[in-house]
């Protein structure tokens, strides 16, 4: 069963300190993956990526042509990405780094190809690809923020994915009275619970971590750390989305 899984950056990173790892948080996360295999592992920004891209106004949909800036956000999302793998690779997963930025591009309309023949070959041979949220460029725009939650959807109708999984800070989608819905089918049903988180970061909250994930052919799974384990072992924490 193959299984695509999303750390959000705002679990594994401390938010308000630039470019620093939550230890405890990636701990805890690889003691749940550990041993674990046919498996991808998608990684958000946090305080590596999102800081360099609020550094220079740049998001999914505002783009820049400063080389220097898609070289910042792009080097501070490989040094997370190499924190996490190997954070993988002390618990016996085998764990192997891929850079969207390398291969994938946007056209005008910010529609992303996203090469994924190598995800599919490590995943045949056994390895765990880890992905990350990057910069890519962008056809008119110079180079925009490429998330996590792009590259989930990207990634894992490509892999034939049975589940996937975003494992956030919050233990699953809220409604209005706080509490977590338990399964979500249309967006329309949840649209006005969703409204308040949006503007918080550069690539689209909640709402549109939702509008997405509807969009899978596997039902998806949004969790916090609690959550994790339960979700690997195949049981239905947090909120489904399908
Ligand atoms: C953002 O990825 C990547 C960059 C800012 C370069 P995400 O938007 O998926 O990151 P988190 O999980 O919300 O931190």
């Not at 996360?29 to 990526?49: I, N, P, Q, T």
């Not at 550094?55 to 999302?77: F, K, L, N, W």
């Not at 930025?101 to 090469?115: F, I, K, N, V």
Request: net charge negative; aromatic share 4%.
């Amino acid at each position: 069963m193959t299984t695509v899984l999303k750390l959000g950056g705002s679990v594994l990173t401390e938010k308000d300190e630039p470019e620093t790892v939550d230890e405890a948080a990636l701990e805890r996360a690889a003691a749940a993956l550990a041993g674990r295999d046919d498996l991808v592992v998608v990684h958000g920004g946090g305080s590596f990526g999102h800081h360099h891209a609020d550094r220079y106004g740049v998001s999914t949909t505002a783009g820049t042509h400063d080389a220097e800036a898609v070289r910042a956000i792009h080097g501070a999302m490989k040094r997370l990405n190499a924190a996490v793998v190997d954070a993988l690779a002390d618990v016996d997963v085998p764990p192997l780094p891929v850079h969207p930025m390398s291969a994938a591009h946007r056209d005008e309309s910010g529609t992303l190809t996203l090469p994924t023949g190598q995800v599919r070959t490590m995943l045949a041979e056994g390895f765990v690809p880890v992905l990350h949220g990057d910069c890519v460029v962008h056809a008119g725009a110079g180079a925009t923020v490429l998330s996590g939650d792009e590259l989930v959807v990207a990634v894992a109708d490509a892999v034939g994915a049975d589940r996937v999984g975003v494992c956030s800070a919050v233990p699953g989608v809220y409604d209005e009275s706080g509490d977590v819905v338990e399964h979500i089918d249309s967006f329309e049903a949840v649209a006005d619970a969703l409204g308040a988180s949006e503007a918080t970061d550069v690539s689209g909250g909640m709402a549109g971590k939702v509008r997405e994930l509807l969009d899978l052919a596997a039902p998806a799974y949004v969790f916090d750390l609690d959550g994790l384990e339960a979700f690997l072992d195949g049981e239905n924490p947090g909120t489904r989305i399908d």
